[in-house]
């Protein structure tokens, strides 16, 4: 299964949860590829952010070799499953859909959780480092989860 994660600058959340989920996929011998992407230009290129890199770290998962990208519309051709953070997300990569398979892919993470209630993933970018570890333990779990459903599909 190939899944991509999507946040805004492609520098806190995605490349956190894009860490987790390759760790869990490469851990459990689960094929297919993980990435993310964003829609800030601002950051293209870039590392992720060092509170991310922090907190990744401390949970055994390294980061650093991340740069940000923006999301492409070819994404739709290359991901089974596209998890956006929050509804911000979800309305710029609804935006680029071209038909209704590429709709269907779209959905928010936190949805693998709480199904339906499309809750976001906060953004802490604006907050202080312990901001970004609350929202890994959130995305911990929901990838948990996504790696369980890839192993006994
Ligand atoms: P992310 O956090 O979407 O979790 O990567 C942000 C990073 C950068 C900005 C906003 C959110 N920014 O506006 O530059």
């Not at 309305?91 to 993470?109: I, P």
């Amino acid at each position: 299964m190939n899944v991509l994660f999507v946040c805004l600058g492609n520098i806190c959340r995605s490349p956190m949860a894009h860490g987790i989920l390759r760790k869990l996929f490469t851990e459990r011998g689960i094929q297919g590829s993980v990435d993310s992407a964003g829609f800030e230009s601002y950051h293209i290129n870039d590392p992720p952010d060092d509170r991310a890199i922090e907190t990744a770290e401390a949970h055994g998962i390294d980061i650093r070799d991340k740069r940000a990208r923006l999301f492409s519309v070819k994404d739709f051709d290359r991901f089974d499953r596209i998890y956006v953070m929050d509804g911000n997300n979800h309305n710029d990569v609804m935006y680029f859909a071209r038909n209704e398979k590429d709709k269907a892919k779209v959905d928010y993470l936190m949805n693998i959780l709480h199904p339906g209630r499309n809750l976001p993933v906060p953004d802490p970018y604006y907050r202080d480092i312990g901001a970004c570890e609350e929202v890994f333990k959130l995305m911990e779990q929901a990838c948990e989860r996504i790696a369980h459903q890839a192993t006994v599909k």
